[in-house]
């Protein structure tokens, strides 16, 4: 079902995290450096690597409008960068000077948040690029950080485990431990799980920690009822620190990293796993989900980042995973088809495809005749790739 269909190989040091945008993907490194990627062939863009910051990169994440990337360092700084032209487009300093850990997007795109080493927290004006709250954790570093699907709240994870909820004007709402030795990365679900009894929608997070744990919540947050965080289960399968996690953007899927130099990918419904990745050398540091695709990456101290493809061939024969695989299908857009047609060994369908305007909903309903007889393509082996 998943395969590496492409490495990147071109940071100088270890690969601290890896984010995609619906065109692009960016890395960042030990190396003091952010690089871009095409997500049509994987070439790297002009204008990359992006270099401003001083020491290590720890953090990128995109604008939900992939227009505006932001990344943190060790330096101090959360750096905005315009990703058509590599341009600065603001240095923000964290109050303190502290170690920048961790940056993350509203979904609206309105703030950007930062958490720092000092256990610092700001809540910046993504348009004005000023700071407008300003709070801080009573222990430990901050090192992770996730909006809620609905933008109304986000969530910081801490060194010392403590999972901390914030609302959006940065008033804390709730706190506890979470893991012991430490969070590590934690990541909302974007879609909304229902409660039939009360009809209301919750939000599953997940977080991972020192303690070699994935721990799966429930979120609700509504101004009548207030704020709930509910935990719900803890995934067991990585033997050592698990320091990455995240949701496929249709809820379907949970990927993680782990010290064990391991990827797994776990079914969120029914919590089992999916699949074991063993092809990283070293630590497993980040991972990501591509929006709207069947692509994931995977960045670790081996100075590489490993792309990976869920294949349209397992569906045919396993019932379990056809429908997670549809939900992403149906969402690609045309040039999607054609890099997923690439990666089949079919470059030479891409021309056809393209006139045709074959997008996703179209390539789920292909048949041998209408390959035959609408596109004009030559039975062959091709046929299974397809699932026919």
């Known amino acids: 079902m998943v395969k590496l269909i ?39 863009l002009p204008h990359s690597p992006l270099k401003f910051h001083t ?69 910046w004006n993504a348009q004005t690029y000023k700071l407008y709250r300003c709070g801080s ?72 920690g020192q303690d070699c744990q994935i721990k799966i919540w429930v979120v609700s947050f509504t101004h009548i009822l207030g704020f709930e965080l509910r935990y719900k289960s803890t995934l067991n ?5 698990v320091l990455a996690c995240a949701f496929s953007h249709n809820g379907q899927m949970l990927v993680s990293g782990s010290v064990d130099k391991s990827v797994i990918v776990y079914d969120t419904n029914t919590e089992n796993i999916l699949h074991t ?14 929006p709207n695709t069947l692509l994931f990456a995977t960045g670790s101290m081996d100075k590489t980042v490993n792309i990976w493809q869920f294949d349209l061939e397992t569906p045919c024969q396993a019932r379990s995973t056809e429908d997670q695989a549809k939900q992403f299908t149906e969402d690609w857009s045309e040039d999607d088809v054609s890099m997923w047609l690439c990666a089949q060994g ?3 369908l891409v021309g056809v495809f393209k006139m045709n305007n074959i997008d996703g909903r179209e390539l789920l309903n ?12 030559a039975p062959g082996n091709h046929e299974s790739v397809f699932c026919l």
């Open 137 to 208: 954790v009573k222990d430990g570093s901050l090192v992770a950080c996730a909006f809620s699907p609905t933008g109304n709240l986000f969530v910081t994870g801490s060194s010392c485990g403590d999972l901390t909820v914030w609302d959006d004007k940065m008033r804390c709402l709730h706190s506890e431990k979470a893991h012991d030795l430490g969070i590590t990365c934690c990541d909302f679900s974007s879609q909304p799980v229902s409660d039939g009894e009360q009809g209301l929608h919750f939000f599953r997070l997940a977080s991972c």
């Open 237 to 241: 399968g990585h033997c050592a620190p």
């Open 366 to 377: 292909l048949t041998k005749e209408s390959l035959a007889d609408d596109l004009k393509i």
């Open 346 to 348: 079919l470059s030479d």
């Open 277 to 290: 990745l063993t092809q990283h050398t070293r630590y497993v540091t980040s991972c990501a989900f591509a």
């Open 55 to 123: 020491y290590a990169v720890h953090c990128c994440c995109f604008s939900p409008s992939g227009h505006v990337l932001a990344s943190c360092s060790t330096d101090g700084t959360t750096v905005l960068w315009n990703t058509q032209t590599g341009e600065t487009l603001a240095v923000m300093e964290q109050p303190t000077g502290s170690p920048v850990r961790v940056c993350r997007f509203s979904p609206d795109s309105t703030c950007l948040v930062s958490g720092a080493a000092d256990g610092t927290v700001v809540l």
């Open 6 to 44: 492409h490495t990147l190989a071109d940071h100088g040091d270890d690969v601290n995290c890896c984010a995609f945008s619906s065109s692009l993907l960016a890395t960042c490194s030990l190396d003091k450096t952010i690089r871009l990627y095409s997500l049509s062939d994987f070439t790297e």
